[in-house]
């Protein structure tokens, strides 16, 4: 396999503290719970915290419906989030949104809990492979229908801790 650039490291970075500048104008310094759908997120929360000033609480959640580079069609749960999140101020960060599956299933399952304001971001949408009906309020780039790797996203647990998106051919 290759690995090709597909959005390098200052790209990224630009794009993270103009999606935190948005989200802080949004909530006018309204507590917020950020919730990270793990692993693949991971990079992408922590830096997306880092600048934004308003209260925030971390949470997280382990939900995955991938097996190597194939949706395998199911979700599975190993980890809920701890935080109450009823009447408070809720955003979901994901890394990609592929078929929309994950999310689509994620904002019932939140909404069900009452939250005062439940919003997604992801850093990367693949439009082109959406299934669900599911839009971001939140979306860093838009990507072409390619596997990609890096920045938190893995291939079968490798590559995650490159500091840019590539994909592999």
Do not use: W
């Amino acid at each position: 396999m290759i690995l090709h650039t597909l959005i390098n490291e200052n790209a990224l970075k630009n794009r993270i503290k103009e999606l935190a500048q948005q989200i802080q104008n949004d909530f006018k310094n309204e507590e917020i719970i950020i919730i990270c759908i793990l692993k693949g997120s991971i990079f992408f929360t922590t830096e997306l915290a880092k600048n934004i000033s308003s209260s925030i609480i971390l949470d997280f959640m382990k939900v995955s419906s991938y097996n190597g580079t194939q949706s395998t069609g199911k979700l599975n749960f190993s980890l809920d989030i701890s935080q109450n999140i009823k009447n408070k101020n809720v955003i979901i960060v994901e890394d990609i949104i592929d078929t929309g599956r994950t999310l689509y299933y994620l904002k019932k399952y939140f909404n069900e809990k009452s939250p005062k304001a439940l919003k997604i971001c992801t850093l990367l949408d693949k439009k082109e492979r959406r299934e669900f009906n599911i839009e971001p309020d939140y979306t860093g780039f838009d990507i072409p229908d390619k596997f990609v790797v890096g920045f938190g996203l893995d291939y079968n647990e490798k590559y995650r801790n490159l500091p840019f998106i590539g994909y592999l051919e």
